[in-house]
Structure formats: structure tokens, C-alpha cells
């Protein structure tokens, strides 16, 4: 299918365990953007890259870990969950960062016991 | 402070009435700024972006930019039970390591 999806859809993890959210995207946009939206607070930027290989940190990196080896593909991985990592996090991808043109993912709804 | 303030709303209207949506920031350095609409459990979707000051028109949907008062505006006309969903401002430098500054969102809701 076309498009920009997240796996999985939902997860319920527990305190100290690894998680790895998955984004992949057919377009072959260059950049691709992991958000995190808690109720409160809107979109925080996790972490984004430019192009394969390439990643940057966002507003709120703490705690998580991206890597990017094949353009379509931008996993996100919290290395040891947290409660307060309890969110719903929403991958998003664009052909260029100007103008802007983000597409979203339909989410990941992540709760950390 | 955060850079983006969202009116929280909730807002609730009838049917066909004009809808008028805020954000003001506080960094003169923002150059883009983007309307996005997150229907419930879904993720944002662009409905519109304006380089620097004035206005752009989309079908219903009118945003407005005020640099000088750091104020930005989405305007829906004859709002539609469709509309309902919560708006998101968000905005960004004008450079490619940019990145989106978003506010809190308003959530709107159109009754029949």
C-alpha cells in the first residue's frame, strides 16, 4: 500500500523493557520525523533525519534511539520504557523540509506500566 | 513560555457559523506557518502553510499571518459537521535544519 504506516498500532509494555517502534514510507521522501503527542503538550519532535544514515535530535530525544539505514524505513527505539514515555508517537515523512509538507503516519499508541 | 500558544478552546458552534482559530509565538524568526487538521485517533493532516505575512485562501478555509503581532489566524467558513477535529498550528524557520514548532491544538466541534 502507498503511503506511511507505523507498526505496531498499539503496544502496552512494561517498565524497563525495550520497544522498537517501526515507520516505513513507499514514497521514497528523503526526510522522515518521529513526534510524540501528549495530551497537554501537542507535537514534540523525538528525532528526525535528513536521508538515509543521516539523523538529528528534536525537542524531546531523551531516552530514545533512531537509526535509518534504507530511506523507507525510520525505527524508533526507547531502550528502557519509561512511564512517562506513555504517549501516542506518530512518524511523519516529506519529500523537502521547505515548504513545508509533512505526511503523518496513523500513530502508535504506546503505554508503559 | 513556550514559543507557540494555541487558544485552547474547546470550541463548539452550529452549523454554517464562521470559525476563527488563533496561535501567537514569540520567535520573530519563524518564517513558514502551517494549519493542521487531526480528526480523533488519526494522524495531522496539512491543510495549509504561509510564507511569511498576508493571507491565503483555500476553498472555506482562510489563514491569516500577522508578523508584526506575532499572531496567526485559521478562518473556516460555513463550517460543516466535517470540520469537526482538532486544529493544530504549527510553525518553522526558513531553513532546511528547521524544525516544526507546534502548538497545543483546539479542538472544534460543528453541531448539526
Known sequence: DAGITQSPRYKITET?????????????????????QDLGHG???????????????????????????????????LESATRSQTSVYFCASSESRLPPREFFGPGTRLTVL | QKEVEQDPGPLSVPEGAIVSLNCTYSNSAFQYFMWYRQYSR?????????????????????AQVDKSSKYISLFIRDSQPSDSATYLCAMIFNTNAGKSTFGDGTTLTVKP
Open chain 1, 16 to 36: 524497563g523493557r525495550q520497544v522498537t517502534l517501526m515507520c516505513h514510507q513507499t514514497w521514497s521522501h528523503s526526510y522522515m520525523f518521529w513526534y510524540r
Open chain 2, 42 to 62: 488519526k494522524g495531522p493532516e496539512l491543510l495549509m502553510y504561509t510564507y511569511s505575512s498576508g493571507n491565503k485562501e483555500d476553498g472555506r478555509f482562510t
Open chain 1, 43 to 77: 507535537l514534540r519532535l523525538i528525532y528526525y533525519s535528513a536521508a538515509a544514515d543521516i539523523t538529528d535530535k528534536g525537542e524531546v530525544p531523551d531516552g530514545y534511539v533512531v537509526s535509518r539505514s534504507k530511506t523507507e524505513n525510520f525505527p524508533l527505539t
